[in-house]
């Protein structure tokens, strides 16, 4: 892999917290090709949600301590060439941030990078003005087990959540995000796949993700436990049995009595099966 000099793909894991991404991106890694890391943020984190707030976002010391930050704590400052300059535009904010993770990508010997933050599904337009070779890999699973997931996690962990977050918190984000997810699937370089059919059928589901990226299948990305650790902070202890289990868990009925469950199921049904319908092979 030394003495790669030009980045070959760009890879970003989106969709809704607690889907599986997280297990997704430690296959992935596995793979000698890919390289990957934990969670940026760096889009979420500095650029406004309403596009008019970006029309007035200036993009200076704030936002390029937000950078600083992520690779001081990966260990990885010494090795890139950060910027003071000021971004008066998010696509030139948007640029800088995708060199700053080629050349950490390049200097590690690699020219494949893998992104997973979530959330970056709001910013998938902005990216795409910027890199047109880029792929989106979004990650679905039922609304049930997202929002038990979701439920249990933010009450855990509210100040990393947005606070504790309700039922119908949980439900509102899923739907809303599983239907930005199902408006991409149409493009060439999105790939939506069923978290339910990858922990069914692993080799099946990852030979085809292989396949769409060009990418030899290896079948040490079934043997991913090992690299899981490398993709999350310390603090990020809720992401330990999510990269490294292949068990669907029974959140549902520990979180939640039998009238809620009852609604949560109503809220969720539709859409659900509109998933599995559009995705019925696990891979769209």
Request: aromatic share 12%; charged share 25%.
């Amino acid at each position: 892999m030394v003495g790669k000099n030009k980045i070959n793909k760009r890879i970003l894991i989106v969709g809704v917290a607690r889907s599986g991404t997280t297990l997704l991106q430690s296959m992935l890694y596995s793979h000698s090709e890919i390289f990957s890391f934990p969670e940026t943020h760096f889009f979420d984190y500095t650029i406004p949600t309403p596009k008019i707030a970006r029309l007035f976002k200036i993009h200076g010391k704030k936002s390029h301590s937000i950078i600083r930050n992520y690779f001081s704590r990966i260990n990885a400052s010494r090795n890139i060439t950060f910027s003071d300059k000021k971004y008066f535009s998010t696509r030139g904010w948007v640029k800088y941030i995708i060199e700053i993770l080629d050349e950490f990508t390049l200097n590690n010997g690699y020219n494949i990078w893998l992104e997973k933050t979530p959330r970056h599904l709001n910013y998938i337009n902005v990216i795409e003005r910027v890199t047109e070779d880029s792929f989106y890999l979004h990650v679905l699973r039922s609304g049930k087990d997202v929002v038990a997931s979701l439920y249990g996690v933010s009450n855990k962990n509210p100040h990393r959540f947005g606070g504790k977050q309700s039922i119908d918190d949980c439900i509102k984000r899923w739907q809303m995000e599983v239907k930005l997810s199902l408006k991409h699937g149409s493009k060439q370089n999105h790939i939506l796949v069923r978290y339910e059919k990858l922990i069914q059928q692993p080799r099946e589901i990852l030979q085809k993700i292989c396949d769409r990226l060009s990418l030899p299948f290896q079948k040490q990305m079934l043997e991913y436990q090992n690299k899981a650790d490398n993709l999350r902070f310390p603090e990020e202890t809720w992401k330990e049995k999510n990269s490294k289990s292949l068990s669907k868990g029974d959140k549902f009925s520990r979180y939640f009595n039998k009238q809620e469950q009852e609604y949560i199921i109503k809220r969720t049904s539709r859409l659900g099966n509109k998933i599995k319908t559009e995705i019925p092979d696990g891979i769209l």
